[in-house]
T-cell receptor, first 113, second 113 residues
Framework: GIQVEQSPPDLILQEGANSTLRCNFSDSVNNLQWFHQNPWGQLINLFYIPSGTKQNGRLSATTVATERYSLLYISSSQTTDSGVYFCAVERNDRGSTLGRLYFGRGTQLTVWP | DVKVTQSSRYLVKRTGEKVFLECVQDMDHENMFWYRQDPGLGLRLIYFSYDVKMKEKGDIPEGYSVSREKKERFSLILESASTNQTSMYLC????????????FGPGTRLTVL
């Protein structure tokens, strides 16, 4: 498979603070996605970002595929940002199964009012 | 809007019962996936399917089987449920070509007593 490592494993912030979550991966990838798992367990798609930079409101993400990492930025955090953030990648391998994602262990974010 | 639905949010079964978890997607996606999520272990792939009647084992297929008789529906079957199959089960789908975004259902929390 492919190794996906996320850091930090836990992050505690006060409302209004900014944060950066990191995802390192061990091989070249076709796809990289960031998800937020809500309190009910559903994975919400944040970004589909195999390379480059994207922004969506207070969230933005950058993937540097050549250096095998991605960053998720959360600015002016709110209590509703709390939850687990997952990074997942699809390995770039012609012989591999199409679309299969490998997940990191996640970053547990807690935002206090 | 993209939609993946799962038959139950919460399910309680007894040891030895046969359990069916159903997943339906309305996006005409070729690929469908079943994951389980456990604390400290992240998401692990059980089975996936890239076409009707096709299936491939993931990382932890033991104790499970799957069925894909129609393109939109992917069923996970626990032939004889055991307590170590108590977990959160997540279904996902994506288009056939690699490098495409994967979308998740709301999840089923299964408890086996």
């Amino acid at each position: 498979g492919i190794q996906v490592e996320q850091s930090p494993p836990d992050l505690i912030l006060q409302e209004g603070a900014n944060s950066t979550l990191r995802c390192n991966f061990s091989d070249s990838v076709n796809n990289l996605q960031w998800f937020h798992q809500n309190p009910w367990g559903q994975l919400i798609n944040l970004f589909y970002i195999p390379s480059g930079t994207k922004q969506n409101g207070r969230l933005s993400a950058t993937t540097v595929a050549t250096e095998r990492y991605s960053l998720l930025y959360i600015s002016s955090s709110q209590t509703t940002d709390s939850g687990v953030y997952f990074c997942a990648v699809e390995r770039n391998d012609r012989g591999s199964t199409l679309g299969r994602l490998y997940f990191g262990r996640g970053t547990q974010l807690t935002v206090w009012p | 809007d993209v939609k993946v639905t799962q038959s139950s949010r919460y399910l309680v079964k007894r040891t030895g019962e046969k359990v069916f978890l159903e997943c339906v997607q309305d996006m005409d996606h070729e690929n469908m996936f079943w994951y389980r999520q456990d604390p400290g272990l992240g998401l692990r792939l059980i089975y996936f399917s890239y076409d009707v009647k096709m299936k491939e084992k993931g990382d932890i297929p033991e104790g499970y089987s799957v069925s894909r008789e129609k393109k939109e529906r992917f069923s996970l079957i626990l032939e004889s449920a055991s307590t170590n199959q108590t977990s959160m089960y997540l279904c996902a789908s994506s288009t056939h070509t690699s490098g495409n975004e994967q979308f998740f259902g709301p999840g089923t929390r299964l408890t086996v007593l």
